[in-house]
């Protein structure tokens, strides 16, 4: 009648998806989190069906399906309004099964924060790991709380959720070369909807995008991305960059910069992990999400994938006989290393096709995509098959004398 411990660390989207699958799974979970509330970096999140299928698994799925708002039709534009493509809700949801959902991060932390016991997530806690622990012995981490008094915790798995320039990763690795510039910034804002309607979009420019989506709650996420030297500011405020930049741009566009305040705007450089590394764990500890392959937001995949990561994590941990971290845990690496490492390549790709620069070259890439779509959305859809078509896997049924108590 063992009860297993798991320690997470990092409360964004793919830690507490984690925590909650291990919960679910009868795991005591707790989550680490070094800021002091769980009000999530971020303005809104599109969760794809790979990954509301994933949230199916620990019983979440209908509850994010039921905020989605885009119904209608969408598709790309150009700076100057013209339709370079257009997409179909229906045909996107009859092909992959089910819809887009696009929804405010702070609404997903609050969905997977509800579904966890009390004290289970403890924040304004710095962890560190010092010791990955192995077959016969437990994961060790250094915690440091608000009042920056040390201690310890140990557990029979570690989950390293802690993000892009995550320390996990850095000590599992510490060969790999970590977080590279992806040559593109990005500003996100959420503000309320235009007096007059629009379409859902993404507009392509040169070397600079804009995307416009309804949230179910009325307002509008809207996002940028252009190239730019890492580390860039505006000389004034953001709210002036982004006019310089997209003022001029078709509706919503100028509407929605109208109703934002600078203060509002957030603004982060894009790093991607390009070099994959040689695995998803060590020891009794397993990285999931930005930790283990950021990517570009350019496939829109980022935390669909962190999602996926946490489910097929628990998946693992819950079936390996014995709860034998080394074969759970190289199970894990082995379903997400491959399948993570080509979506941060195409991701990469996709980016790079987004931002070109150079006249002629964003005059092809157009034309190329209006001929893509005169063949129908089906043809344009394709370009997400293997991606948001995959199915969580199946538990067995466990063996008869591998019985844990729940939370």
């Known amino acids: 009648m063992e009860q297993h411990r798991a320690v997470v660390v990092g409360a964004g989207i793919g830690g507490l998806t984690a925590a909650?699958?291990?919960?679910r799974r009868g795991w005591r979970v707790t989550v680490l989190e070094r800021a002091a509330d769980l009000t999530p970096v971020g303005a809104g999140i599109a969760l794809a069906p790979n990954a509301q299928r994933a949230l199916d698994v620990i019983g979440l799925g209908d509850?994010?399906?039921?905020?989605?708002?885009?119904?209608?039709?969408?598709?790309?534009?150009?700076?100057?309004?013209?339709?370079?493509?257009?997409?179909?809700?229906?045909?996107?949801?009859?092909?992959?099964?089910?819809?887009?959902?696009?929804?405010?991060?702070?609404?997903?932390?609050?969905?997977?924060?509800?579904?966890?016991?009390?004290?289970?997530v403890r924040t304004g806690?710095?962890?560190?790991?010092?010791?990955p622990g192995d077959d016969h012995r437990p994961a060790r981490l250094s915690v440091t709380d608000g009042t920056g008094a040390p201690g310890a915790l140990e557990a029979e798995l570690v989950v390293g959720a802690d993000g892009i320039r995550s320390g996990i990763r850095a000590a599992l690795f510490p060969e790999h070369p970590g977080p590279r510039y992806s040559g593109a910034t990005t500003w996100r804002v959420v503000v309320p909807a235009p007096a007059r309607p629009f379409a859902p979009h993404e507009t392509w420019g040169a070397g600079r995008l804009w995307g416009s989506q309804?949230?179910?709650?009325?307002?509008?996420?809207?996002?940028?991305?252009?190239?730019?030297?890492?580390?860039?500011?505006?000389?004034?405020d953001e709210k002036a960059e982004l006019l310089r930049l997209f003022g001029d741009w078709h509706h919503p566009v100028p509407e929605i910069l109208a109703g934002v305040t600078p203060d509002r705007i957030l603004r982060h450089d894009v790093h991607h992990l390009p070099d994959a590394l040689p695995a998803f764990h060590r020891g009794r500890v397993a990285l999931l999400g930005d930790a283990a392959h950021a990517m570009m937001p350019s496939?829109?995949?980022?935390?669909?994938?962190?999602?996926e990561d946490a489910v097929v994590l628990a998946h693992h941990a819950d079936t390996a006989p014995g709860l034998a971290?080394?074969?759970?845990?190289?199970?894990?690496?082995?379903?997400?290393?491959?399948?993570?490492?080509?979506?941060?390549?195409k991701a990469a790709r996709t980016g790079a096709l987004t931002l070109l620069t150079a006249r002629p070259a964003v005059v092809l890439r157009d034309a190329a995509v209006t001929a893509v779509s005169r063949f129908g959305p089906g043809l344009a859809l394709r370009g997400f098959d293997g991606i948001c078509d995959w199915n969580p896997p199946v538990a067995p049924e466990p063996p008869a004398d591998r019985v844990i108590r729940p939370a």
Do not use: C
């Open 20 to 23: 909650v699958a291990l919960h």
């Open 63 to 120: 509850q994010v399906r039921a905020l989605s708002a885009w119904q209608g039709d969408g598709g790309m534009r150009t700076p100057g309004g013209r339709w370079l493509a257009r997409t179909d809700a229906q045909a996107a949801a009859a092909r992959f099964g089910g819809p887009l959902v696009l929804l405010h991060r702070a609404t997903l932390v609050a969905i997977l924060g509800s579904a966890l016991p009390d004290g289970a």
């Open 125 to 131: 806690v710095a962890a560190a790991l010092a010791d």
């Open 214 to 236: 309804p949230l179910k709650d009325g307002r509008v996420y809207a996002y940028a991305m252009a190239v730019a030297p890492a580390g860039a500011h505006a000389p004034d």
């Open 299 to 307: 496939l829109g995949q980022g935390g669909n994938q962190a999602v």
């Open 325 to 345: 971290p080394g074969r759970a845990l190289a199970a894990y690496t082995a379903d997400r290393l491959p399948r993570t490492t080509a979506l941060v390549r």
